[in-house]
Structures are given as C-alpha cells and as structure tokens.
C-alpha cells in the first residue's frame, strides 16, 4: 500500500525532481514514515471514536473519573523507560554491531524502571486518595509500565528504519482492543473493566513485539546485560529521565489539579477536549523518529545539509501544526457535540483554546530532535522543567479564576515556553543558527 502511494506521487511530480524520489535513501525514509504515519493513524482513529462512545457511555463524571485515575498513574510513567528510550534509539543507529548489547542493557534497565514506577503509583495513590475505585484504577493501569519494556524492541526496528514491523503488531492490538471495548459497552461492563483492557492492550503489544522479533530471526537469548554499559547509559540518561518527568507532569497534572480543585465532571469534560486536541500529537513524533536516522547521518557527513534538514523540519512543524489547529478552533462546538454529544460541548472552548498548543508541542519535538542529536540533554532537561513549573504556577492561578478555560490557557503558555526560551535564551544552544538557520 505504502509502495503503491509512492509510486502514485512519482507520476505526479516533474521529470526534473523525480531523481530525488527514486533515491534510495529517500525511498527508504519515505516508506519508513509512510507505514509509521499510517500504523499511528489507524490506531489512533479507531481508539479516538471508540473513546468517544466510551465517553458517552460512561458519562462525564465517571468518565472524569477514569482520566483522573490515568492521570495520577501517568505522573509517575516518567520512571518506567529510566530516559533510555532516546539514548537507546540513537546509539542503534550509531552502533548496528552493539545491538544485543544494547538491547539487553536497555531491556534490563525498562523492566527495572516499570516495577519501581509501578510501586511508586501504588504507594502514593494509598496514601493520597480515599476513593477505593480511583485507587484500584491506578494500580490496575500503572501495571502496563512493567509490560512498556517489551516497546526495546519497536525501537529496535525504528533504528534500523523498519517500521512496517511495528505497524503490524499496533494494528493488530489495536483491533483486537477495540473489539473488547466494543463488548465493554454493549454488555454495560464497569470502569474497572476498561482498566483492565488498558492493561491487556500494552501486555498484548509486547507480545506481538516479542513475535516479530523472533520471526525476523533475532533472538532475545542473544541479548545480554553489561554492567559498564549500564552504568554509561545511566549516566547518560538520567538527565533525560528527569527532562521526562517534567514533561509527564506537564501534560498530566493540569487533569489532577481540575479533580482536585473541581470535580470529576469537570475533569471528564477537559479530558474529552484534550482527547480532541491529542489526537494530533503522533505525527510529529512519528515524523522525528522516523527522520531522526537521516539527521544523524546528514550530521556525518554535512555540516550545511545537517543545518538544512533542520531548518526545513521546524518549518514543517509550525506550518502543519497552525493548519491542524485553525480549522479545529473555528468548529470546536461542533466537533464536540458530533463526536462526544450535548454533554460534553461545555468543553467547546476549551478544545478553541487547547488545540493551539499543538504549535508548541511540534515545534518542541523537532528542537528536542536538535538537542538530542547535539547530546544537550542538560538543555532539554532546563526546557522541560522551566514548561512544567510554569503549568502549575498559571494552572494554581487560572483554574479557581476561569476554571476549565484557564487550564488550556495555562497549556497553551507552558506549552510555548520552549520555542520562546530557544530564540531568547539561546545560552543553551551551541549554535543559534543550528536551529534557526
């Protein structure tokens, strides 16, 4: 299918240009990308709209409920992957030879990082919650952290550009799921429930990892754990985890401090605008990782085609990103009574509001590609940190004076801190021209 789309914008392209298309870099890129964009798109799409009849079936408040449970969970997922995914991505595509290496190292440290972020949620949401329901959530949820460290393996065939082999096994998943939800709501099933195909979904993911990995005959008996390895991606990596803390906290906490200072209805009314507003997300991600091969190579070899890969990449982002959240802002109330029902289209103005701090997270995710490829990991750490403490400073103060509407103002500003800090703090870069050249 991918191949047939390729083959399809060939024809449509001048003579002149169609070299740079039958290039095979660039025909290996563009496939990569093109089953990544199309895995990501399905399984999002699909999970959106059944999580839009989940929402109308349980309702706002149950369905506040349930997101402010995912949402204490998802505080403490910045411990699960222990900051190795990005380091691990990146010395795959530096080190081939190393890879059982790396793969064991880093498998050892995720499974390590999901116990401990696993213990920690159920730790703290005893002593800080006396809701039983909220309580049996967070653990049942925050036991897909464990299973998380199977995704080594995604990110294996990410590095070596074959991302078909991912998309298999997340639409598979994702159907498989879908189903189950399907079941959860005709047969009128609890939240509990839910909880427990939420977990089923990421323990199914990991083993449909684990088979595409031994049919494309590697090995995890080939893996083995070093020590020194671990200690250097430790140290490495640290910093990366902390920089993912801030962010998982930012992009969480504004649904636990709307629970605390609100409700749950009210939680269950942001969490389906956000649903809207984050559906978006995958494909700056899906776009990084994928290109981040090829701005590492362009690196190598081009100090001038490195900078120009750069620079066309943050323009995308911000041109891609202002085209999605026009429209969506203009038809907010709309797209919310269609998709969610008359229940929820008090979340309209959120959704006007929140929508446009995808400007913010896209061209965050292409600067953190430059750091990350620049080893800045001290930088990303100062941005990430610098966008969370301004969350909760503007979310205490928006929230009991605009509610709902003052915490996607408070994203929207926290969320366009780290494009701001880079054009006026350019301290932390090396070289401004690198990034804005």
């Not at 222990?82 to 080190?95: E, Q, T, Y």
């Not at 030879?97 to 440290?109: D, R, V, Y």
């Not at 038809?331 to 509001?353: C, E, P, Q, R």
Request: aromatic letters at 18%; hydrophobic letters at 60%.
């Amino acid at each position: 299918m991918i191949d047939a789309t390729f083959d399809k914008i060939n024809k449509l392209v001048p003579s002149k240009w169609q070299w740079v298309l039958n290039h095979d870099g660039f025909r290996r890129y563009f496939k990569n990308t093109g089953w990544m964009f199309f895995g990501q798109m399905f399984s999002l799409l699909v999970s959106f709209f059944i999580g839009a009849w989940l929402a109308r079936y349980l309702g706002p408040k149950n369905y506040g409920v349930f997101n402010y449970a995912i949402a204490f969970a998802g505080l403490f997922a910045f411990v699960a992957p222990l900051g190795v995914d990005a380091i691990l991505n990146h010395d795959l595509v530096a080190n081939p030879e190393k890879s059982n290496e790396l793969m064991g190292t880093a498998f050892s440290l995720k499974l390590f990082g999901g116990f401990l972020a696993f213990l920690l949620a159920s730790i703290f949401v005893y002593f800080l919650e006396a809701d039983y329901l909220i309580k049996l959530i967070v653990v049942i949820f925050s036991f897909s952290f464990v299973f998380m460290s199977f995704n080594s393996i995604a990110i294996f065939f990410n590095a070596n550009v074959e991302s078909k082999k991912n998309v298999k096994v997340l639409i598979t998943t994702t159907f498989f799921i879908s189903i189950l939800k399907i079941i959860l709501i005709i047969g009128n099933f609890g939240i509990i429930w839910l909880a427990a195909i939420y977990l089923m979904e990421v323990f199914l993911q990991a083993i449909g990892y684990l088979f595409i990995y031994k049919k494309n005959k590697f090995y995890i008996k080939d893996w083995y754990f070093d020590k020194t390895l671990a200690f250097n991606i430790l140290k490495k990596s640290w910093l990366l985890m902390l920089a993912s803390a801030a962010a998982f906290i930012y992009l969480k906490i504004d649904q636990v401090m709307i629970g605390r200072m609100m409700g749950a209805t009210e939680v269950g009314l942001y969490a389906a605008a956000v649903k809207m507003a984050d559906v978006w997300y995958f494909i700056p991600s899906i776009i990084c990782s994928s290109l981040f091969p090829a701005i590492i190579n362009a690196k190598k070899n081009s100090d001038e085609l490195y900078r120009h890969r750069l620079n066309n990449l943050y323009w995308f982002m911000f041109i891609l990103s202002a085209a999605i959240a026009l429209p969506i802002s203009f038809l907010s109330k709309t797209l919310m009574l269609f998709i969610f029902g008359s229940s929820y289209v008090a979340a309209a103005s959120v959704l006007s509001i929140y929508i446009w701090a995808g400007v913010g997270i896209f061209l965050g995710t292409a600067i953190n590609q430059y750091l990350m490829s620049e080893d800045m990991l001290k930088a990303i750490f100062i941005l990430n940190l610098s966008t969370m403490i301004i969350n909760i400073i503007l979310n205490l103060y928006l929230i009991p004076l605009i509610g709902l509407n003052g915490a996607a103002i408070a994203t929207l500003i926290s969320y366009s801190i780290t494009p701001i800090i880079i054009l006026v703090f350019n301290k932390f870069i090396k070289n401004k021209k690198m990034i804005w050249a």
